[in-house]
């Protein structure tokens, strides 16, 4: 005799004052500000390519229960507002002021990524360990710093014909 099909578990209960949106679990707090989303205005270039302007949009979201912060991140052209790029990954921040993040691209990159973070200057520094499903991509760096209450960023790019070299740069403000 078969069994029967499992039957998923029930949801989770509604949230109590512990575990409420506005509750951070202790692992993500020193990057907590990150929280929320962010929207403005970007340039990229490379040598091999046009340089260009973009509007983006990341988001940064967690639940109370979990160390880690699941990001999500839109870009459209600055003019006609046709989409560019989205990307979507976690952050996990460790105790010891290090952070691995994953972030799968659009374009069907993957990038693992290991660095640090100071809490007290609210700046991270991230630097590939991993690019996978790239032709042409070795390195990619990012750099994301709170800088008067607006998150900027840098990333830069290395292939296998150019040295690193900046790639993007956005000033984004939280909404």
């Known amino acids: 005799m078969e069994s029967p099909t499992p039957t998923p578990p029930p949801p989770p209960p509604p949230s109590s004052s512990s575990s409420s949106a506005s509750a951070v679990h202790p692992g993500i707090a020193p990057i907590s500000y990150l929280l929320g989303t962010w929207r403005g205005q970007g340039e990229g270039?490379?040598?091999?390519?046009?340089?260009?302007?973009?509007?983006?949009e990341l988001h940064f979201s967690h639940h109370s229960s979990k160390p880690v912060i699941a990001y999500s991140q839109k870009?459209?052209?600055l003019h006609s507002g046709e989409p560019m790029h989205s990307e979507?990954?976690?952050?996990r921040p460790r105790a010891d002021g290090t952070i691995?993040?994953?972030i799968a691209q659009s374009t069907g990159l993957v990038e693992v990524l290991k660095g640090d973070y100071d809490a007290e200057e609210k700046v991270i520094r991230l630097q590939s360990e991993l690019v996978g499903n790239a032709s042409e991509v070795e390195k990619i760096t990012r750099v994301f710093q709170l800088i008067g209450g607006d998150l900027s960023y840098v990333v830069q790019m290395a292939t296998n014909a150019t040295s690193?070299?900046?790639?993007?740069?956005a000033s984004l403000k939280k909404l």
Do not use: A
């Not at 270039?45 to 983006?56: A, H, K, M």
């Not at 979507?88 to 952050?91: F, I």
């Not at 690193?164 to 740069?169: A, F, R, S, T, Y």
């Open 45 to 56: 270039g490379f040598p091999t390519i046009n340089s260009f302007s973009y509007i983006e």
């Open 100 to 102: 691995e993040v994953v």
């Open 164 to 169: 690193l070299q900046p790639h993007l740069k």
């Open 75 to 77: 870009t459209w052209k």
């Open 88 to 91: 979507s990954g976690y952050w």
